[in-house]
T-cell receptor, first 107, second 116 residues
C-alpha cells in the first residue's frame, strides 16, 4: 500500500513570503499530482509531473524519483493563494491522496 | 467547454433513502472517476471508467454503492440505502487519456451529500 505524507499540515505565511509544501511517498509511481482546493470546495489540478521540475507563474513543482519526494513552492505568496494543497500519487490512472496542507496567507 | 458538470450540488436525504448523483464529463475525455471526500479520510477513489467500462471499483465501500456509465457523456453514482456515514462531498473527474497523451484530471464542483 502506498502511503502519501504531506508536510506541514497547516501553514500560515505573510504576504510575499516564499512557501514550500512537501510530499513523500513510499512506493514507485507513474506520476505525481499537485491539486488546489479553495474554501468553496472546488479542486483544480496545478501540476502533473513524473520527473524534474515544472513552473506555472509563481508556482513551481519539483520531484525526486529516487528519493520519492516532491515539493510545491509558491513565490511571492498572496492572500489569494490561501487554500488546501493536496499531493496525489498516481499508479496509471489511480490516484492516492495525501491529507492536504492548509495554507493561509495573511496580508 | 463547460467543464465537468455534477448534479445536484447539494443533497439532503433521510437514512434509508436512495440517492443518485450525476456526472457529465468533459467531451472527448476517455476516463471518468468518482471520488469521495470526508474530514476523516480525505479524498478517496471510489471507481473509475475507461471508455464507459468500469476498470477498478475496489474503492467502492460496500454493496450499497453502485456506479454506471451508460454512455460517454453521463455517469451515475447510486447509494441504496443511504446511511449517515455516507455524508461526504462526492467529486467526479474526467481525464483525456491515451489518445491525447494527457492524464491530468479535471474535477467537477462536487455534490455535498448529507444523510440524516
Amino acid at each position: 500500500k502506498n502511503e502519501v505524507e504531506q508536510s506541514p499540515q497547516n501553514l500560515t505565511a505573510q504576504e510575499g513570503e516564499f512557501i514550500t509544501i512537501n510530499c513523500s511517498y513510499s512506493v514507485g509511481i507513474s506520476a505525481l499530482h499537485w491539486l488546489q482546493q479553495h474554501p468553496g470546495g472546488g479542486i483544480v489540478s496545478l501540476f502533473m509531473l513524473s520527473s524534474g521540475k515544472k513552473k506555472h507563474g509563481r508556482l513551481i513543482a519539483t520531484i525526486n524519483i529516487q528519493e520519492k519526494h516532491s515539493s510545491l513552492h509558491i513565490t511571492a505568496s498572496h492572500p489569494r493563494d490561501s487554500a488546501v494543497y493536496i499531493c496525489a500519487v498516481g499508479y496509471g490512472n489511480k490516484l492516492v491522496f495525501g491529507a492536504g496542507t492548509i495554507l493561509r496567507v495573511k496580508s | 467547454d463547460a467543464g465537468v458538470i455534477q448534479s445536484p450540488r447539494h443533497e439532503v436525504t433521510e437514512m434509508g433513502q436512495e440517492v443518485t448523483l450525476r456526472c457529465k464529463p468533459i467531451s472527448g475525455h476517455d476516463y471518468l472517476f468518482w471520488y469521495r471526500q470526508t474530514m476523516m479520510r480525505g479524498l478517496e477513489l471510489l471507481i473509475y471508467f475507461n471508455n464507459n467500462v468500469p476498470i477498478d471499483d475496489s474503492g467502492m465501500p460496500e454493496d450499497r454503492f453502485s456506479a454506471k456509465m451508460p454512455n460517454a457523456s453521463f455517469s451515475t453514482l447510486k447509494i441504496q440505502p443511504s446511511e449517515p456515514r455516507d455524508s461526504a462531498v462526492y467529486f467526479c473527474a474526467s481525464s483525456p487519456g491515451a489518445r491525447s497523451n494527457d492524464y491530468e484530471q479535471y474535477f467537477g464542483p462536487g455534490t455535498r451529500l448529507t444523510v440524516t
